[in-house]
């Protein structure tokens, strides 16, 4: 494993190991040549890879799952051909959820303004748009039809205060957090659109195993920009609380304090990619550095306690970081399917702990 792999760490784990330099790897230029006319019937669609087993792969070799690691790790991760995404779209007949897929691979916005139109209810078009779309006026909109589908997800206040922020208007900011804090679990669909993508790639035909390592290399973003998210309101409420103390507004201190405290929070929940969980260990750190170590912030579990959690929590996830570097250097195919499948049904972490288990046997 080369140095300059490690460089991008800011991602999956198992990812760190196989090649990092996919967190800063250049957009492909968007494609303008798509059909526009759906297929008469779309093809039966293949089972879904999350029920394919490695056995073996007689394929082509450079879509059997060991040529997508060295692909990877040499900074030049797996991705499907215009042709090949096209025979995709045109087996699904462009439905919305094909296209959203197809807009991730091909990096086509236009693609993804063609799923929400054939599906206005479906919330995953609308999230994609939010947070990928640079226009002010259509992410706004992407935005509020996110929430209108799904009122008691937090990530849709997160959203909206995030453009509210931006716009300078801070009290609709602090009206959307206060509110995401009696919202129900954050709600981020990654599993669902790596699944989605993942399921391109074996239709594509490549291996199973190696079509859900390349679907993580193209969902990482959503990741990503969903932990630029965190962070970035983060910076925002801090910002919102050197105003009020400039204006010697003391009580409006605590409410942004509570909600970094419940950002940070939810930002780790168990299922979490591990980059979000990092995330939410860093808000919450920040926001608990303000208080008094003896404060007590939840329960019988004081500021320094707590604090000193996460920094053990945070030794232990460098810690798995390394034993997965060493799991990929050993990992039979069967090592590697049995660690997406924990993945997928129990979490990144889950999947990590056990591959440290591995290392060694």
Avoid at 14 to 19: I, K, P, S, T
Avoid at 39 to 52: C, G, H, T
Avoid at 193 to 209: K, W
């Amino acid at each position: 494993m080369k140095p300059r792999t490690l460089q991008g760490l800011a991602t999956v784990a198992l990812l760190a190991a196989l090649g990092w330099t996919l967190v800063v790897r250049k957009p492909v230029a968007a494609r303008t040549d798509h059909p526009t006319a759906p297929a008469d019937k779309p093809a039966i669609k293949v089972r879904s890879a999350a029920n394919l087993k490695l056995t073996g792969w007689n394929g082509p070799a450079d879509k059997g799952f060991r040529a997508v690691l060295k692909a990877m790790e040499s900074g030049q991760p797996a991705r499907l051909t215009p042709p090949e995404i096209d025979a995709y779209l045109a087996r699904h007949g462009r439905d919305a959820p094909s296209l959203v897929v197809a807009s991730r691979l091909a990096d086509d916005l236009t693609l993804l303004r063609e799923a929400i139109k054939a599906a206005p209810g479906d919330a995953l078009g609308h999230l994609e748009l939010a947070l990928r779309s640079e226009d002010p006026a259509e992410k706004k909109a992407a935005i509020e039809a996110f929430r209108a589908l799904q009122p008691d997800n937090p990530l849709g206040n997160y959203l909206g205060a995030q453009s509210a922020f931006a716009a300078g208007d801070y009290t609709k900011a602090a009206q959307d957090l206060l509110q995401s804090m009696d919202q129900g679990a954050l709600q981020n669909h990654s599993l669902r659109l790596l699944d989605a993508t993942t399921d391109a790639y074996v239709e594509s035909g490549y291996e199973p195993t190696g079509a859900l390592i390349a679907g993580l290399a193209q969902a990482v973003n959503v990741n990503l920009a969903q932990s630029r998210l965190g962070l970035g309101l983060s910076k925002d409420l801090r910002g919102l609380q050197d105003e009020f103390v400039k204006a010697a507004d003391f009580d409006a201190v605590e409410p942004t304090l509570l909600v970094g405290l419940d950002l940070g929070r939810r930002l780790q929940e168990p299922k979490a990619m591990i980059v979000e969980q990092l995330t939410g260990m860093a808000v919450e750190a920040d926001f608990l550095r303000q208080l008094d170590p003896v404060t007590l912030v939840d329960g019988s579990v004081s500021a320094g306690e707590r604090l000193a959690q996460l920094a053990a929590q945070s030794t232990e996830l460098q810690g798995l970081t390394q034993s997965v570097l060493e799991f990929s250097k050993q990992a039979t195919d069967d090592d590697f399917a049995r660690y997406f499948e924990i993945f997928r049904r129990d979490g990144e972490l889950a999947a990590v702990r056990w591959a440290k288990e591995r290392v060694g046997k």
